[in-house]
């Protein structure tokens, strides 16, 4: 069995119950499987002893000491005395610890209570970071156990921390991932082939899975790692070759096709396409006509144009007599592409039939219009992931345009091309693809881009505003207001995690509306809120009803306001660049000055920090994009932090790419040789894609295309971890 394979529930390991399954979702863990593959983002080493004497501030004490005294501080003059019982006691107990090699306090803060643990004499080990302070060495955080002759779960040993969501503890994956080894891990099969194994030094996925979770030292952790990062991307590289060969494979009659209905839309159009987007449509346009299905990114920074270039394209098919879809990952953007199409096909007269599908549609307006979409009534179908489902029938698809491409899973993609014979594939993204990923990641795909703004879009001024000085973005955003003006202001949670210290949607839309804008409409919006709410609040929104809209990412793509002047992203911080570039670009939409303000916390990481510094300094969607690749650092976490690309499990691009180009090249040579996987020494590989793709996983590694969650904060969360520990990767 692989381990893709492994379905069972993540609730038949011990202790992971509804609540701590909820949780474990929101990481993408539902099934064993997930579990197994969760890796640990760094290592805690309890192997090595490291005494008192050699403590500093990134190596954390491992040490086995006598308590040889208690005293208080705080709650009054006599707080030196010994402990009060019986009576609410405000001091804070600090425990006096002595190595062979000297002393150090552990400083207890609401734990006095552990004065009986840690009594006077008594021999201890203890882990934690201590720091000299009061000219004594100190530590807050810590884990300590009386040494006995029982084995220790948590010292002589190297334990995983791993990245957390909601309430969860490291105790709870470890012991969740250690019963999953224990039980399935041990026992997977091996994906790559014995020969390719060797040659690269890699360990058996089994062999792997122990070396990641349950690792014999740090070294053994990391050749673990390295074994998974390999098997991803060769996998990916794998597909990505066999996708290519199998497009070239699918030859079909060259069929020249009418331009009536495209030159009808574009002389109705009351501006001129820029001569990117005029290139664009040309070479779709041949693509088209060609003898082999077209499988095509379309890139292009926000607001470029690469809708109206879309629908242009569509129509050659359309008039052909055959149907195209045009899917798009949420509700709000796919409404506003109907919308446009509406608008557009109306005012150029064409006879066009548009029908919008989503999941909220009335079941009685959706029986008819499933209807007239398998008996070939409907054009150009645009819609969301309802689009994929079964039901959905087409008479004759011949054109798939996929709208944000990256946030649908390939299975997703797959199922929607099968509702037509090998149509022909456009791939949208308002992310822009660093051109050293464009080759080896899409690969597959031509690539085209539209660079030039049309004209008429205003760039759009960014400013930095530490948090502390909000009042003066609050003014400012006040006068656009008074001014008729509309504003945005984003968050990266929607409510109060009571994990961290985070603005969040909720809390600051009744302080916006109550403290800051009383004079003025305030809106709010998340993805937790149901649909028609949702809509009703952004159609508000749209016809100036409401003038400040609160939300949290969902608004990063699909929203048109021209008259929205502002954008306050609030935490800035905790935002990838490309979210943070989405988001920008939801002003300068109009013929008015268009302003962002990105507020931050006053306690940066390098790599925030650099990604601050790239989106004030351009507003260019490629250069940011170069920029993102370059800075985004090993443990960054999908959620807040967006990834971009592609959702990796174990592989980091920006760490990686070495990796990457090795698997891409062994990849190749051996489809080169047995491009089917028929061969008796790949049978593996054929098997691993097929249970993969029966689990609903685009390779062996991946995601399932099911676990990926909404705007909701899903990084390290509730991470009680003592210290950073030893990061997985190669220095």
Known sequence: MFVSEIAQSVTNCPGVGPAKAKDLARLGIASIADLLLHLPRAYEDRLQPVPFALARPDRPVNTTAEVVAHSYIGGGPHAATAPRYGRRDNRTLKVHLRDETGDAVLVCFGRNFLDRALAPGKQVRVYGTFLRRFGELQASAFEFEPVTDAQSTRFDRVLPIYPLAGNLAQSDLRRAASSALGQYGRHVQSELPDALRARRRLMSTAEALAAVHEPESVDHAKAGHASFVYMELFFLQLQVGMRAAERRSSRRPATPLPEGYRDRLLASLPFALTDDQHLVLQEIGRDLEADVPMARLLQGDVGSGKTVVALASALAVIESGRQVALVAPTELLARQHAQTAAELFDRAELPVSVGYLAGTIAPS???????????????????????????????????????????????????????????????????????????????????????????????????????????????????????????????????????????????????????????????????????????????????????????????????????????????????????????????????????????????????????????????????????????????????????????????????????????????????????????????????????????????????????????????????????????????
């Open 365 to 731: 307006a959706r029986q008819t219009l499933l209807h007239a979409i398998e008996s070939g009534g409907v054009d150009l179908v645009i819609g969301t992931h309802a689009v994929f489902t079964g039901a959905v029938s087409f008479r004759n698809l011949q054109y798939a345009i996929i709208d944000e491409q990256h946030r649908f899973g390939v299975m997703q993609r797959l199922s929607l091309l099968g509702k037509g014979r090998r149509p022909d594939v456009l791939s949208m993204t308002a992310t822009p693809i660093p051109r050293t990923l464009a080759l080896t990641v899409f690969g597959d795909m031509d690539v085209s881009s539209i660079r030039a703004l049309p004209a008429g879009r205003r760039t759009i001024e960014t400013h930095l505003a530490r948090i502390g000085n909000e009042q003066k973005v609050y003014d400012f955003v006040t006068r656009e207001l008074r001014a008729g003006r509309q504003a945005y202001f984003v968050y990266p949670m929607i409510d109060d995690s009571g994990v961290m210290s985070l603005k969040d949607a909720e809390s600051m839309h009744e302080h916006l509306a109550t403290r800051v804008f009383p004079d003025f409409s305030v809106g709010l919006a998340h993805s937790r809120m149901d649909d028609k709410t949702k809509r009703t609040t952004m159609d508000a929104f749209r016809r100036g009803e409401i003038d400040v809209l609160v939300a949290t990412s969902v608004v990063e793509v699909g929203v048109d306001v021209a008259n929205a002047t502002c954008m306050v992203i609030e935490h800035a911080e905790r935002f990838g660049l490309a979210a943070l570039h989405q988001l920008r670009g939801r002003v300068g939409r109009g013929p008015h000055p268009s302003y962002c303000f990105l507020v931050y916390a006053e306690e940066l990481t390098d790599t925030a920090r650099e990604r601050l510094k790239v989106i004030h300094g351009t507003t260019d969607g490629f250069q940011i994009a170069e920029e993102d690749l370059k800075i985004r650092g090993p443990g960054d976490i999908a959620g807040v932090q967006q990834a971009g690309y592609l959702r990796f499990r174990i592989a980091d691009l920006g760490r990686d790419m070495d990796v990457m180009n090795q698997a891409r090249a062994d990849a190749f040579e051996l489809l080169e040789r047995d491009p089917t996987l028929t061969e008796p020494g790949h049978r593996s590989l054929r098997d691993a894609i097929d249970a993969a793709a029966a689990a609903r996983r685009s390779t062996p590694f991946a995601f399932a295309d099911d676990t990926v969650g909404d705007d909701t904060l899903g990084d390290d969360t509730g991470d009680d971890t003592l210290s950073e520990g030893t990061p997985v990767g190669r220095a």
